[in-house]
């Protein structure tokens, strides 16, 4: 019986099976930033231990990281007390910290697919939800707990409980002006929030295979969001073109050797799956979340579904999201006036995301309404130099962005970027949970970047199709 690459990466990383039934599994690629490592670090030295391979481990900050500016030290005391301690725990256990003063830093899943670190058949971790988002390399990329940090930064393992895998099959075309975003979207929107819990969810099917790298990177970010621990897509020339010559990409034939492993670790062609969903690439449109989870989201050009139309289980979590947007069934979503758009963060922040916003602004030459701010916040220093040297922050001034410096700004604000009492933000992230940019009362909508832009351009949301003319 054939295998999932999720078997094969998982049995080949497995050291033991625990007393308790989980596994204990060795961790290849171990990835920290400032706000989960800290008390990790305190705990080790606690108990007197070390970090025994600290060449398995890199730093970077980007959870609190101003994007205004990064001048040191940082006006949030807190904030610069976080960095400094990272910075000193690096240069304690020997661990490579990708910093701001050598231009190395940024979401810490944007740097570790740039890099080359992240590679197929890999087990990654990071003390981070969206550590899912490497799985789009055919890794098993799991986030942790601080005290999981802790203990992988002691054993370089995890104890985990082995998981079941559900195939999900998108095949076709997508239509113009449908992306990535729209696809993960619309998953979670079938499979619901809960849907994935115990699951790894592998993604499969021709829009997968059609998909870039940071398309992929992009679905696989928000397999948390459907409840799935990881989710994965197989490797291919696709993978092995974005990895070739990375600097942490093996050369030589050491790549020749890699690649070879590379192939072995696909999902074999009679693999067996504990589920498989199938869903077509032109039933997808592009997709807007209205409520307070990321399967609360609707086609743009939708009303609002009455909360007769989900199961009774559902009906108070739908009342609550209602009552906290402020919105009604029945309601359209397109017009719904916005303060705020927001294109950045691990899902979204990337130089492909940004390349296709700018083509749009600039055949439209439209520019951000009057009364909206609008932030572009690229995902790394190095996606920033990119835009910079291809001209696309001087598109983004021009049409009214604010053009910021590398980190997680709005998508989670544990930084100056926060949106104000009850606004309403036109958001790429991947979260929508109550008061999760900042604000107790703030508003997400999430949706692409292309559709953000326009929702920036017209002041509401809108279809991206329309605002500017996307041809069929
Ligand atoms: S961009 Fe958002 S989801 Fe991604 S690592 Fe930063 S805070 Fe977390």
Known sequence: MGKSLYDKVFEQHAVRKLDSGQYQLLMGLHLIHEVTSPQAFAMLRDRGLGVPYPERTFATCDHIIPTHTQLRPFTDGLAEQMLVELEQNCARYGIRYLSPKAGEQGIVHVIGPELGLTQ?????????????????????????????????????????????????????????????????????????????????????GTTFDGFTMEERMTVCNMSIEGGARCGYVNPDETTYAYLKDREYAPKGAKWDSAVKYWNSIRSDADAQYDDVVKYAAEDIEPMVTWGITPAQSTAVGAKLPKATEFPSGDRPLIDEAYQYMGFAPGDPLRGQKIDVAFIGSCTNGRFSDFEEVVRYLKTSGKKVAPGVRALVVPGSQKVRERLIEAGFDKVFSDAGFEFREAGCSMCLAMNPDKLVGRELCASSSNRNFKGRQGSPTGRTLLMSPVMVAAAAVSGAVADAREVFAIQN
Do not use: W
Request: positive net charge; glycine residues 14%.
């Open 120 to 204: 197929p058949g890999m087990t990654v971790c990071c003390g981070d939800s969206h550590t899912s988002t490497h799985g789009a390399f055919g890794a098993i990329a799991l986030g942790i707990g601080t005290t999981q940090v802790r203990d992988v930064l002691a054993t370089q393992t995890l104890a985990m409980d082995k998981l079941k895998v559900r195939r999900i099959e998108v095949n076709g075309q997508l239509k113009p002006g449908v992306y990535a975003k729209d696809v993960v979207l619309y998953v979670i929107h079938q499979l619901g929030v809960q849907g994935g819990v115990g699951y790894a969810y592998e993604f499969a």
